[in-house]
């Protein structure tokens, strides 16, 4: 019989295909590891299992215990499954940033999940790391499975993704890329092709710190590293092995959801947006190479995890990512001037200084040359006028932090979505933050809006 004695036996040994609309005209091949094909559906259920393992091996992990861990949710799954078929309760901490399908899928499995903000610094007690630490001492049995620290998960990719690409190739994969979260995949799979004379790329967020970002917030889940600025050390996680990788290509994400959407569509692939960023750096590598080259690259999990994201034409169009079927457009009555910003702890003076007039964005203190500013970075608004009748009532407010002088964040909407459906979509009278690939680039009255939809409804 071929059969599996559990779920557990058939985590890896997933299959390696061809790419081949999407490469049309490149010199080099390209073929992509489906993680996704994993019981669990991720490459995490790899590191789950084989961090389970370890910690029974050792006797950190008994029978009745708990595994705690603070995942973007793919580990969670992994997890959850391994507990699930061994009898062990688990409990999950994720960013509540994370597509709700992940937080859905991690209950169905029987996890408890704990949610908590993925925008504190790094030292906060409310960290996800931190938190699913505290849960892991403080519950009898606790054992937690601390995916970025423990060598279990990029071993196991040394162990297998690594050999199993080696294999599936007869030993003609010339280009490794991936996406580096916690930095497993790339780091065990890269160490043991490397061996064989591979070339190691990572495929990183074009604001990540991991390839010299700002560290500000990007939308593609689970890859690069996001810095909190009050982030006093930025801890990087040891499973990560920088010296693995030959170097990065740096994707923003209008190309890595690009290049996922194309993947679904034009080679039948439903893959995330990590997968996508991981095509598209494979995309540029190949393009750069010859027929003697093959280019594997890793698509971690299933574009199912995030219908109501990358695969949503509304999320995508009200973060700018998508322009609507028709105009007319936001971006047509949206004044061609840039995004006016005061950094948060700035003073009143100063910000009048920069900025007589109009509205200003107070964003997250950051430093960054961009133009644009990630919009989950823009705070609040203050209008110059306003602080300046302020100042010439009680001229002491002048010294005061800006900050406590914004209004609430405002209401987001793509530049290219439809005017009147945009009018009608937002509530209230603030001003009105417009995006174009999920960064800011302007900030407009809401009569503005207003004004043109009456015109053009
Ligand atoms: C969707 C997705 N992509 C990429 C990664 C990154 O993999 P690694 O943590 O091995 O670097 C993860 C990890 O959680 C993931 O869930």
Redesign the pocket.
Known sequence: MSVHESVLDAVGDTPLFRLNRITEGLPAAVYVKVEFANPGG???DR?ALAMVREAERLGDLRPGGVIVEG?????GVGLAMVAAQRGYRTIVVTPDTIAREKVALLRAYGAQVVQTSGKVPRDHPDHVNNMARRIAEETPGGWHAN?YDNPA??RI?ELTTGPEIWEQTGGRVTHLV??????????GTGRYLKQHGVTVIGADPATSVYSGGDGSPYFV???GHYLHPASSVDVW?T??DQGVLDRFERIPDRESLMVARRLAREEGLLV????GTAVAAALRVAAELGPEHLVVAIL??SGR?YLSKYFDDDWMTHLGFLDAPQGPFVRDVVPQRGLAVAHAGHTVAAVLDAHPEGLVAVVVARESDAPTRSAPEVLGVVEAAQLRTLVAADPARAGDDVATHAGPAPALVGAGENLVDARARLDGDGPVLVLVDGRAITLVARDVLEQASATSG
């Open positions: 991720s490459v995490k590191a995942t973007s949710g793919n580990t995916q998960n990029p990719h991936a996406g580096v979260g916690t930095g497993g995949t790339i780091s889940e689970s890859i996680p499973a990560y995330g947006g990590s997968a971690p999990d995890n």
